[in-house]
């Protein structure tokens, strides 16, 4: 099978999450907390099979600076998880999708802001296209009710956490191959999670069938769809990487029409379209200096 047709089946997967999270009955926290402690579970052997592969990375011990950034990119990756699927309870998957794929520009805006990182003239334009479709899609959500708007917030929200915990996962993926990496932060992330839900009184044992959408969680679109985004996109040149992002909230879009019968307003089409215009423009910039490593995929 081609790399191609590993993308397309990576990102397809990471699309899903939306419609395993509408199809659950558990409360939210209870089923990221879940979907994490099985996706850690899962990862497991995948990282002692990645070590038994004899490469560099998977040799390297973590050092105690390591240790801090993937907790802190596990706590991240919780409240990203958790502020996205909360952001489902009041605002449809393709929404929530494009909100949350506004991390190139939160990038490219802490780029400015921390490293004082002159922003490109096709950021800023990509920045000002994407605020404006994403103004249309969240004016028609208000059109619609102001707890649609709510959760396009809180996607918004859960695309900042992101950001941090893709700048952490830069850092420590120097060093640390991807498998014992996401391990490190899956098995925070539900820790996370889980004490919070337990805090919240959200954690309560799940029906058989809210386990299988939690599973589905899990396999599809945490362990199997970052695997094979991961395994394709370390072949891919930089346009190709930011445009396979851009397929994502499309793709979910799609999954809900089909999976949930969650039609679309034309005004959120022409918005969705417009931001991911922007967003394209952005992501593209970014990475013409430097590649995406395969750590810094949303999961």
């Not at 945490?222 to 930089?238: D, E, K, R």
């Amino acid at each position: 099978m081609s790399r191609y047709a590993l993308l397309i089946l990576g990102i397809a997967g990471l699309s899903m999450a939306g419609i395993f999270y509408k199809l659950a009955h558990a409360p939210v926290l209870t089923v990221v907390a879940y979907r994490m402690l099985l996706a850690a579970i899962f990862m497991v052997p995948v990282a002692l099979i990645s070590r038994a592969s004899g490469g560099i990375q998977t040799k390297t011990p973590f050092s105690r600076g390591d240790s801090i950034v993937t907790l802190a990119a596990g706590v991240l990756f919780a409240v990203d998880l958790s502020l996205w699927a909360m952001s489902l309870s009041y605002t449809s998957v393709a929404s929530a999708a494009l909100f949350v794929s506004t991390q190139p520009i939160f990038v490219a805006i802490l780029a400015g802001l921390i490293f004082r990182e002159r922003p490109a003239p096709m950021v800023l334009g990509g920045i000002a296209i994407g605020v404006a479709g994403m103004f249309v899609v969240g004016w028609q959500d208000l059109r619609l009710s102001g707890q649609a708007l709510w959760g396009d917030g809180l996607a918004m929200l859960a695309a900042l956490a992101e950001t941090g915990y893709l700048l952490c996962g830069r850092q420590v993926r120097k060093r640390i191959d991807a498998p014992r990496y996401a391990l490190g932060v899956y098995a925070t992330c539900a820790a996370v999670v889980t004490i919070n839900a337990f805090a919240q009184r959200d954690l309560i044992a799940v029906s058989a069938h809210d386990l299988l959408m939690c599973a589905g969680l899990a396999i599809v679109a945490t362990v199997l769809g970052h695997t094979l985004v991961s395994l394709s996109l370390g072949y891919m040149p930089a346009a190709v990487v930011a445009v396979s992002f851009l397929a994502q909230p499309l793709l979910a879009a799609i999954f809900a029409l089909i999976f949930l019968a969650q039609v679309i307003p034309p005004a959120t089409v022409l918005g969705g379209i417009i931001a991911l215009a922007g967003i394209g423009l952005v992501a593209y910039s970014n990475e013409r200096t430097r590649r995406l490593p395969e750590e810094a995929l949303p999961m």
